[in-house]
């Protein structure tokens, strides 16, 4: 059976009338700030539904936006937002975008922030581990697709990625193929889920194709270019022919540190971005990376958000990536290892069942 | 650069006339069957496409079923396919349903059936690893979504499924709050992603509940009641008492054969299934069971399936289980461990990581 509150319950919960109900609910003006949190949450506690607006014209959805470039065209959020949009509008929904901030999170709820605003549903990109609103997500009532995280159990939030096993792993084997071995791993930043399974990937990979992993190869650092510089000569020292990244902003990077430390891409090393932006095809030379189709996740997320909407509780759906490969790899020349960098001793041999239990925390299987 | 072949490319290629190869791609009667399977082999082959039908009336997929019920409502296919076509033919499309067996995916090849026939894509159900088409889904070219088998890389090949990870925690989780310790697995064949995945999930969750793992208790049988009769007694011979099942019919079994050794459900053990076919609701007691939402499924396949003929390149994507409970589970109540079963020797000490590695092969992180 399910109950359904109305503005009378609310009222009579709250002790206040049902007019001061309304106006909370309504964004009404003339209420306290704190009266008007208090009728949405309790509203949302409730089960509480604004009766369905008769005009399709009404019909909205909203996508957030913390801490990604979305707003020009070489943006990764841009061509996401984009596809999102054009299948929303076929479908007569109006679709509002805006930018969050941890402050924004911290300062409103977020289901009562959606039935405040009259929206049907949300899809959230650029969000990670700590952000405020992601514990909200757990018991969310409100449909909602996030990009790239994943909330268990609850069958109102789904999740849309692209296959990063399936992509590190295409990437593994088009190196090997050029007669690599000596692979590192340089990702992004370890408070985002795309890192850590991008990280398992690499790990898997690896060890699936007999090569040696070395934990000094395998690292975190940022989802910007500036990173490369703090590791790539100890990657190079490391004896390193071929550099994954787990960005192409990091790939950026990683072909400016080359150059510095007087080598040259990819005739001394190879060396693979992620997401294929269009920064990508641009960079002298242009990089091989695996392109995640952007407009694609877009529109699939309109489809799973509407498919949550209509109580099909959608959890998962990845897409293929695709392996471009550009001018930044080649085959394979072995280089000497240079003395300054490693007295061989940091290079351990690894069990790799201490990999899957260390990265088992963050796997979901299928 | 995409090459678009013709009918002219595949008649020199062939060395036949071009009416020849016309008369191949439409099934006209007055070649050879060896021909005609050449010329769509070859027409396959060549990347061929059969120009584009402009009447929507003409648009047809097709449901192929391989060792499932489905023609009754009480089958497990039967809400799958209904799903789907509810949808499809909403969109105008025309649904086929056929019986495949192993002698017919022997007898012809899986693109040339589709070409040959006209059909855009195809749902797939009831599959299993050593059928002969899932080699050919490895490469085939036509968009294609298998319910519960995922194949790697193949952009034109999606999958849909439960998220059996998720769903056999709730059962284990629901158990352990009714205070049950010693839970038994009887699982489905060993010849199906989905009992790799549902004996996985079982080993993860009574890890991770920090249960004792019994590899006696953990065992694969088949997806039919009268598998249960040949465990049961082992397993309440070892102790159990409670019993997940990897489906319903196999959770019916084990209600009848508690009942032969003497014992009650739920108060002695309890039993859970999985799917809630309507049989679960009807059986004595009542089947306390993992909800597949069926006809979301079918539902969902056809929205991927769209997807894919649209070239979104959907790898997979899962929906949440629902655990409804009934009168199969209660709380635990400890039993003595009978001595004809057991002598305590068989009760291992196990080492997760050796779970993790034998499951590994099977995993797909997302």
């Known amino acids: 059976m399910i109950t359904v509150a109305t503005i009378k319950d609310i009222a009579e919960k709250l002790g206040v009338s049902q007019s001061t109900v309304s106006k909370g609910l309504n964004g009404a003006s003339d209420i306290s700030e704190e009266l008007r949190a208090e009728v949405l949450e309790t509203a949302v506690a409730m089960g509480y539904k604004k009766p369905g607006t008769k005009k399709k014209s009404d019909r909205k959805l909203i996508v957030f936006v913390e801490n990604m470039a979305y707003m020009n065209e070489d943006d ?10 054009q299948i929303a509008y076929k479908e007569h929904y109006a679709v509002d975008v805006i930018e969050t901030s941890r402050n924004f999170q911290s300062a409103c709820t977020y289901d009562s922030y959606m039935m405040e605003h009259g929206y049907s549903g949300s899809f959230l990109i650029g969000y990670a581990f700590d952000d405020p609103w992601m514990e909200q997500f757990k018991t969310s009532v409100t449909p909602t697709v996030l990009l790239d995280n994943f909330v268990k159990k609850n069958p109102k939030v789904g999740y849309i990625g692209t296959d990063n096993a399936e992509a590190i792993d295409m990437a593994i084997t088009h190196l090997i193929k050029l007669g690599h071995e000596k692979i590192a791993f340089l990702d992004g930043s370890k408070d985002s889920l795309v890192s850590d399974q991008r990280m398992a990937a690499y790990l898997d990979s690896m060890i699936k194709h007999n090569l040696h992993v070395d934990p000094n190869m ?3 650092s940022y989802f910007v270019a500036d990173a490369a510089k703090y590791h790539v000569g100890k990657l190079l020292g490391l004896g390193a022919t071929a550099i994954v990244c787990g960005n192409d902003l990091i790939a950026q990077g990683v072909l400016e540190a080359v150059v510095n430390e007087g080598l040259r891409v990819p005739d001394d090393v190879s060396v693979i971005g992620f997401d294929d932006i269009p920064l990508a095809a641009e960079l002298k030379p242009s990089l091989t990376t695996i392109r995640q189709n952007r407009t694609e996740l877009g529109k699939s997320a309109y489809f799973i958000l509407k498919a949550i909407i209509n109580d099909i509780p959608m959890s998962r759906s990845l897409l293929r990536p695709q392996l ?8 394979a020349r072995p280089r000497m290892v240079r003395a300054h960098a490693n007295d061989g001793d940091s290079v351990l041999n690894v069990n790799p069942s201490l990999y899957t239990n260390i990265l088992s925390k963050e796997r979901i299987s299928v």
Chains 1, 2 share one sequence.
Do not use: P
Request: aromatic share 20%; glycine share 10%; hydrophobic share 50%.
């Open 218 to 220: 395998a690292i975190y």
């Open 76 to 85: 990764f959020g841009y061509d996401i937002i984009l596809g999102f949009k």
């Open 324 to 331: 471009v490969v550009r001018d930044s790899t080649a085959e």
